[in-house]
């Protein structure tokens, strides 16, 4: 049996009010991990969503089984970061995927990602907008010139060598996020991109796959203006520490 046989990943989903994408996102990681052969499962980690999230990913259970699909639930709203830790810790995988479960990041680009990391021993992979032919669907100019500049800016404070920084669709060896998570003292938005930034300074491998991203199809973004402020306050933050 060789080491790839035995690869694993673990997919970490944490949830808040996603009733609606859920079944779809589950369903499209089920049909491109059975494509692509690949041993996988998937952590839902449900933050208390009042509009019934957790009884979806129950159902879902039943329909997939419980060794593919892992309900981790928590009973509040706790936060991005926790819910990693929080994945983590239950995670059998060798290796952990992020991403969100809004059906922004879509399911079929993680073989590409799987075959990247193989390709060259990768700590981690990004998924990137801004290359190749990564792009932006379903976004408008404001949320661009948001993203863009948010990218920008850090580019030219924190020089960390990716390309996309703040999304959120990555695939870790289990140890490398381990490693970072425990680093990491931003919340929310922030913190994908602290996690690049320090895994540069740490000497972690990243390599890059070209992702089209598509805004959230039902519901409303969860990007707005306050978090944009709070965003850049945590990137001069980050600014002064690192």
């Not at 999230?53 to 699909?69: C, F, M, N, R, V």
């Not at 990693?84 to 990041?105: E, P, Q, R, V």
């Not at 959120?168 to 003292?185: A, D, G, P, Q, W």
Request: hydrophobic share 35%.
């Amino acid at each position: 049996k060789t080491s790839e046989d035995s690869d694993k990943y673990s997919v970490l989903l944490p949830t808040y009010n996603e009733r609606e994408n859920l079944p779809l996102i589950v369903w499209l990681l089920v049909k491109y991990f059975g494509e692509s052969g690949y041993n996988y499962e998937i952590i839902v980690i449900d933050d208390g969503s009042p509009d019934g999230t957790l009884q979806i990913a129950e159902q879902l259970q039943k329909i997939y089984g419980h060794d593919k699909i892992v309900l981790r639930p928590r009973p509040k709203k706790l936060g991005l970061g926790t819910a990693y830790i929080h994945g983590i810790k239950h995670a059998t995988g060798n290796f952990i995927i992020i991403m969100d479960a809004d059906l922004s990041h879509h399911p079929k680009f993680i073989p590409q990602f799987i075959e990247k990391q193989k390709e060259g021993g990768y700590d981690l992979i990004s998924g990137t907008r801004y290359r190749g032919d990564g792009g932006v669907y379903g976004w408008d100019l404001r949320r661009k010139l948001i993203s863009r500049g948010a990218n920008f800016i850090t580019q030219v404070l924190l020089r960390p060598g990716a390309s996309d920084l703040t999304g959120s669709f990555r695939l870790y060896k289990k140890n490398v996020l381990e490693s970072l998570v425990e680093r990491c003292v931003s919340k929310g938005y922030v913190f994908q991109m602290e996690m690049i930034v320090r895994a540069r300074q740490l000497g972690y491998t990243i390599g890059e796959v070209p992702i089209s991203f598509v805004d959230r199809v039902y519901g409303e973004s969860k990007l707005g203006g306050n978090e944009i402020v709070s965003f850049l306050k945590g990137l001069l933050t980050l600014f002064a520490t690192t």
